[in-house]
């Protein structure tokens, strides 16, 4: 693969990262608000002990799981990235001569 074209994948791939970092760090706030809300639901339940704060607390759990879902899945993209940029990087450092 010629330099220009590494180069080129590896800005892309750099640019991918960065997104992927922002959008990280908006689930971890989004995952937090789930969590206390459905902490918040669980202790409703509890003290109340009706069918409706059940299915309360249940749906805000689910919301929650997904979110857990969804920032472990972003963070597998930012490793795989990351192993990206390294790979790349190790092709742009020259080669030792071997003659």
């Known amino acids: ?5 590494i180069e080129r994948r590896l800005r892309e791939v750099t640019g991918r990262l960065q997104r992927a970092r922002s959008e990280l760090v908006v689930l971890d706030e989004q995952l937090e608000f789930f969590s206390e809300a459905a902490a918040e ?3 409703r339940a509890l ?3 009706t069918p409706l704060a059940d299915r309360e607390h249940a749906e805000a759990q689910k ?6 879902r969804s920032r472990a ?3 597998a ?3 795989e990235l990351e192993r990206s940029v390294d790979d790349l990087l190790g092709r742009l450092e020259p080669q030792p001569d071997r003659s």
């Open 73 to 75: 899945a972003v963070a």
């Open 63 to 68: 919301h929650a799981d997904a979110m857990v």
């Open 77 to 79: 993209s930012i490793s």
């Open 1 to 5: 693969m010629s330099r220009s074209l």
């Open 41 to 43: 639901a669980r202790i």
């Open 47 to 49: 003290v109340s002990e």
